[in-house]
């Protein structure tokens, strides 16, 4: 794998490019960033460049033995800690996982370098992350510690004081949508919908494409539209519908604030180029003045709280029900 195979964070690359050319790399990253953005890809990358047998400019030839471990995921010297996790949140990072990583650390790698990688560092719980914070104290030579996060904040400060902090940034829609047309064979049009709506995240792109995600979208459009003219009995049967799907909960709530997003622009700006939905364009600018702009807002801010309360593995159902009363009771200009 190729430095230039990875979507986006050209900031990134160079950074990481640069320390491996001059054998000025440190002991310990943090790649910052939203999930999607190509964190665990680079590693992987970074991990290949150190160890190939005959590396290239930008990453390892991918042909050799070692590439080809790291590709396979058998690679010795290249491991990735993960916990478990669930469509909304993982689970903890325990104190069990950190002594695996002191078991290894018993030994000399047998390559180059050694690259571990620690996914979600957040979930570390604070007795792991003290034992962790004891390895980057003293840290053996030869062994590179990557700790993947979404912000940096989340762990324990004397831990973020001792690594080399990577951004990664929302890979741009334009290069998403590319990238979905050659590796995937997708249509432009549905591509572009999709790279606008997966809002920087590659992997969600992908997810999003394999769940016939265009039909459904149009389908919770229609339900956002409709829902203030459903019965109170109709709304909380529709709850219950809805809540059978759990694995689709973030995906409507993602959806039904692009929407409100759009009806917003249009609104300021009457500008569609600007649109997420831009291939709904007509029906944003049929509807965008029905709305009340500050009720939008309002809105648009709550179903984002609920996607982070979800995410943070809350009462869905009591989530869901709170949105679900939100959109029932958006008021529109006629009222």
Not at 173 to 191: P, Q, S, T
Request: aromatic letters at 6%; hydrophobic letters at 45%.
């Amino acid at each position: 794998m190729k430095f230039s195979d990875i979507v986006g964070q050209e900031y990134a690359k160079r950074i990481l490019l640069r320390a491996a050319s001059i054998g000025r790399l440190p002991h310990a990253f943090i790649f910052s960033g939203t999930a999607g953005t190509g964190k665990k890809s680079l590693a992987k990358a970074l991990a290949m460049l150190l160890n190939c047998s005959a590396p290239l400019s930008d990453g390892g030839c991918g042909s050799c033995r070692t590439c080809k471990q790291i590709i396979d995921g058998n690679f010795p010297d290249f491991n990735i800690i993960a916990p478990k996790k669930d469509k909304y949140r993982p689970s903890k990072i325990s104190i069990d996982h950190i002594r695996n990583i002191y078991a290894k650390l018993g030994f000399a790698p047998i390559s180059k370098f050694r690259v571990i990688v620690i996914d979600h560092a957040e979930e570390m719980t604070e007795e792991a992350s003290n034992a962790f914070l004891r390895i980057l104290e003293e840290p053996p030579p030869k062994n590179i510690f990557i700790l993947n996060v979404v912000e940096p904040l989340n762990l324990l400060p004397t831990i973020v004081s001792r690594c080399q902090i990577i951004r990664f940034y929302p890979i741009p829609a334009e290069k998403i949508a590319d990238w979905l047309v050659k590796n995937k064979g997708l249509d432009r049009d549905i591509a572009e919908v999709i790279s606008r709506i997966c809002e920087g995240s590659l992997s969600k792109a992908l997810e999003l494409m394999e769940k016939d995600f265009l039909k459904k979208r149009e389908d919770w459009i229609t339900l956002f539209i409709k829902l203030p003219t459903f019965s109170k009995k109709e709304l909380l049967s529709l709850l219950e519908e809805i809540l059978k799907n759990k694995d689709e909960l973030l995906d409507i709530l993602i959806v039904w604030r692009g929407w409100i997003r759009d009806l917003i622009v249009m609104k300021e700006t009457e500008d569609k180029e600007l649109l997420i939905n831009r291939d709904l364009s007509h029906m944003v600018e049929k509807l965008a003045n029905r709305y009340i702009l500050d009720e939008l807002v309002v809105v648009m801010n709550h179903i984002h709280s609920a996607e982070q309360a979800i995410s943070k593995n809350r009462n869905v159902s009591l989530v869901m029900r709170k949105v679900m009363m939100e959109l029932y009771h958006l008021r529109t200009i006629s009222q």
